[in-house]
């Protein structure tokens, strides 16, 4: 089972997700914070794989505790559970390493397969933040000068043609295990090219490294 961490500051959302997602077999709920610092407080004695982090808490909010999370405990995957997608909150999570970002609105079916996907290396973006994103994105590179975008094709140019062929993996949303297979090489030489390819991008996770490439593509 899936070990699973809820920090949301209002405690029915957080009963009604330990409710759905207790019910499956897969996902097991070892517990729950009301914001970033109790969570990070309680993140001492728990080991979850998997934590859903609302962005709006008091104390500290799910931004900040997604970037000291992932700091102090990399490993950990965070998904982004919100009914919030505006552009600010999609940018500052992904740039601290958000593996995922969901509406609260998804089904239990969608958050369990959500939950699953991320274990398994897959990112998930509910398609109308990736959307929102990329139409964001584009609003930037229309309203400067041409310098951003003629950048990241420089950098881009810094990939092997192995390290693209695991980019072009990454944005049709295949794990690193897929891809291994695919490419007839081992998941740990996988997880070997994503690091230097997000080294060399100067990206902070897979979900970054699709909004990138789907930036730079249209």
């Known amino acids: 089972m899936i070990k699973v961490m809820i920090a949301d500051d209002q405690e029915i959302v957080r009963e009604g997700l330990k409710m759905i997602l207790s019910m499956g077999e897969e ?6 914070a009301c914001n970033g610092k109790d969570l990070l407080d309680k993140l001492t004695g728990l080991f979850p794989e998997v934590i859903l982090m609302d962005i709006r808490m008091p104390v500290m909010d ?19 559970l919100t009914t919030f997608y505006e552009d600010n909150y999609i ?3 992904l740039k601290n390493g958000a593996d995922g970002y969901i ?15 991320v274990c398994e290396g897959n990112v998930l973006l509910n398609p109308k933040v990736a959307a929102k994103v990329v139409k964001a994105l584009d609003a930037v590179k229309d309203s400067q000068d041409p310098a951003p975008a ?30 291994g297979e695919d490419m ?5 030489t996988v997880k070997n090219y994503v690091s ?6 100067q990206l902070n996770s897979r979900a970054e490294l699709i909004l990138y490439l789907q ?4």
């Not at 996902?27 to 729950?32: A, C, R, T, V």
């Not at 930036?215 to 249209?218: A, G, T, Y």
């Open 184 to 188: 007839f090489v081992t998941e740990g």
């Open 150 to 179: 003629e950048e990241a094709l420089n950098l881009l140019s810094l990939l092997t043609q192995r390290e693209w062929e695991v980019a072009e993996h990454i944005l049709k949303g295949k794990s690193n295990r897929v891809i």
């Open 27 to 32: 996902i097991e709920i070892i517990g729950e």
């Open 215 to 218: 930036k730079v593509r249209r």
């Open 196 to 201: 230097r390819i997000l080294e060399k991008l």
């Open 62 to 80: 799910g931004i900040e505790a997604t970037r000291t999370v992932k700091e102090k405990y990399p490993h950990i995957k965070i998904i982004i």
């Open 91 to 93: 940018f500052d999570v």
């Open 103 to 117: 509406l609260k609105d998804s089904s239990s079916a969608e958050i369990t397969r959500s939950i699953i996907a």
